[in-house]
């Protein structure tokens, strides 16, 4: 017995754990393992951090108290793109089950991935936009605790579904932006994403553009007669944000997912920024403090930016046209933001 409980010790303090040569290995190996030495809350955090490893920088990791998706990717057009990632493994039964589905979260689209022990662990691939899982009559949700009567006043509800082997390619294959359904389809893609983010950088890079311009008066030997003195601007002011949830206001009123402790949310450009922070709020909490301007329900060219709950915003403000929706918000809502200058 003694040695029995040693070795359980031993196996326990193993238990969750992937080295770094574990955690780098190829797909298919890596998916193997990580069922091997995790339990499923574990597995399914390192799936998606093992494919945002795996993006070469295509897919973008979400900080975790937005409460909004795994990752992102950017798009040819400059927007950004939420995607949820789960992975599952075949049971006993020949089942599969999705878990923590939050329809209620702002994002755009599942990477899925089912793995078929039986069959050496051969796995099946898919990205399909979030209406096909959260919204699909084919798809039986249920509420992952409590019954269907107790959730019913609560939005705010993980759900889970099981789905039979035989149904998988046939419910998500004809959705999936994939070519197939191979792991090998799913990395070239991933990677693929990276191409956009390339593009923007090179686009509004000032000294490629300097170097290029360089390179082209060298070329057609311009006259040597002096140059016009290089007028550089004051880089705009690149700002983050503190979301505060006042102590005193009853938890009533508000959202059970706001936490009381401040949040930081900053992105890689004021752009970014706004989209982030009326996305953890929730844009029909701020829709007395907004300019009916840059929001709406219905997507024009230049109010293009989902932001949950079907709208859409401009998020294109000047620093002082942030300082003043701050004060708006500030003002009309529960929300204290105090704005960190970076």
């Known amino acids: 017995m003694e040695n029995y409980l040693k070795n ?109 022990m039986t069959d050496s662990f051969k796995t099946q691939c898919y990205i399909v936009p979030k209406e096909i899982v959260c919204s699909n009559p084919k798809i039986r949700l249920t509420p992952m605790n409590g019954t269907k009567l107790i959730n019913s006043y609560n939005k705010y509800v993980a759900m889970s579904a099981t789905l039979s082997k035989m149904d998988i390619d046939w419910l998500f294959g004809r959705y999936s932006i994939l070519p197939n359904n191979k792991t090998k389809s799913l990395l070239k893609h991933i990677r693929s994403l990276n191409n956009n983010k390339v593009n923007i950088v090179k686009h509004y890079t000032a000294k490629d553009a300097f170097m290029k311009m360089q390179k082209l008066s060298d070329t057609k030997n311009l006259s040597t007669s002096p140059r016009k003195p290089i007028v550089t601007h004051k880089t705009a002011t690149k700002v983050g944000f503190n979301v505060i949830t006042p102590t005193y206001i009853p938890l009533s009123t508000i959202l059970s997912k706001y936490s009381k402790k401040a949040m930081y949310i900053c992105g890689s450009t004021n752009m970014e920024s706004v989209t982030d922070l009326i996305r953890f709020i929730g844009p029909k909490n701020i829709l007395k403090a907004f300019w009916p301007s840059q929001i709406s329900k219905v997507k024009t060219e230049s109010i293009n930016t989902p932001v949950g709950d079907g709208y859409y915003i401009n998020p294109k403000f000047s620093f002082r046209d942030i300082q003043k929706m701050v004060r708006m918000i500030n003002k009309k809502t529960f929300f204290n933001i105090e704005i960190v200058n970076n």
Request: aromatic share 14%; net charge negative.
């Open 8 to 116: 359980e010790i031993i196996r326990s303090s193993l238990q969750n754990e992937i080295t770094k040569s574990e955690f780098e290995a190829p797909l298919d190996e890596f998916i193997v393992r990580v069922h091997q030495n995790c339990y499923p809350n574990t597995y399914g955090k390192l799936f998606a951090k093992k494919l945002i490893n795996e993006s070469d920088g295509g897919l973008v990791e979400v900080n975790q108290n937005l409460d909004l998706a795994d990752c992102y990717f950017t798009t040819e057009e400059l927007q950004r793109k939420f995607c949820e990632v789960k992975i599952s493994y075949i049971n006993k039964n020949g089942k599969y089950r999705i878990t923590n589905i939050r329809g209620y979260q702002n994002f755009d689209f599942f990477i899925l991935s089912f793995v078929d």
